[in-house]
């Protein structure tokens, strides 16, 4: 295990293993109960609302209020039975997303990640994992989306600290569902005009199971 500072800023940082990505799968109820009680939900923006289509503004104040706003997005994530979530389908413009979502081999994680940034990985590390895909954001739709079955994520913590994830499998889906919509994109703009129109038309015939912001 690298050694992590003992001083008072980094008491609250995930440990890391000897490659420094963050253990995020030790405490997992613990982690995310805590956040979540202090937690308000909010209901989740859809497809078409201007805060999902742009790329976010970097986190540059890492306080209280950063913390206020992880809080409500492990409460809302809650709510709608996500497994990750982030700021702007709560309608903040803020590069910041949390998850809470098991590997194929079914180990939980439990993270918060700001100004997420993906490797670049090489060809060999790309073995391309075509399952189904879908978003809190594109309610009761589904499409097949082809996506690297590993996936590494640089960025800060909740305090500011730098930090590396990793995952592999349905959470390395969910890095990288994640971060590209704190850069403006959902997974249906991924996908082709066909299969785009045919993940609207199941959301329009469908009803939400959690409560959304309505597109005026």
């Known amino acids: ?69 992880v809080a409500d997005m492990f409460a809302s994530q809650r709510t709608a039975e996500g497994v990750g979530l982030a700021a702007n389908q709560i309608g903040v413009d803020l590069k910041v997303f949390v998850y809470d979502c098991m590997d194929d081999e079914g180990v939980r994680h439990v993270g918060v990640l700001c100004n997420p940034k993906p490797v670049d990985l090489p060809a060999e590390r790309r073995r391309l994992d075509d399952s189904n895909e879908g978003c809190l954001s594109v309610p009761t739709a589904y499409a097949q989306l ?37 850069y403006g994109y959902l997974y249906i703009d991924r996908l082709s005009k066909r299969e785009r129109k045919d993940a609207l038309r199941q959301m329009a015939e469908n009803e939400p199971r959690y409560p959304v912001v309505a597109n005026d």
């Open 1 to 69: 295990m690298a050694q992590q500072d003992t001083d008072q800023q980094h008491m609250d940082v995930l440990p890391v293993d000897d490659e420094g990505f963050v253990i995020d799968t030790e405490d997992t109820d613990e982690r995310e109960s805590a956040w979540r009680e202090r937690g308000t939900s909010r209901p989740i923006t859809v497809v078409g609302n201007p805060v999902l289509h742009k790329e976010c503004k970097d986190v540059t104040a890492f306080d209280a209020e950063l913390e206020r706003l």
């Open 146 to 182: 082809a996506r690297p079955d590993y996936a590494e994520v640089t960025g800060q913590d909740e305090k500011g600290n730098p930090v590396k994830v990793r995952g592999t499998g349905y959470f390395a889906r969910c890095l990288q569902h994640e971060t590209d919509h704190l």
